[in-house]
């Protein structure tokens, strides 16, 4: 079966599909897929995976953030 004839069959097969739980694990599916990092997103990242690598004791704990943030609301 090429690829044409299985986007037919799946398409057909969607149109008559009644299960709403499928329908909503294919609709989380295609988000997923959707959602790619931009350019400047996987740039960014890399930067900040090089800059904890040359020195991963440069960090801020999580509770330690928190802290700071309840200290200025």
Sequence with gaps: MDIQSIKVDLIHWLTELQ???ILEKL???KKQQEATLSDAHKTLLDERI???EKDPDNVLDWDH???EFDKDQ
């Design 19 to 21: 299960d709403r739980s």
């Design 50 to 52: 090089v800059s904890y």
């Design 65 to 67: 953030i928190i802290e």
């Design 27 to 29: 609709q989380a599916f």
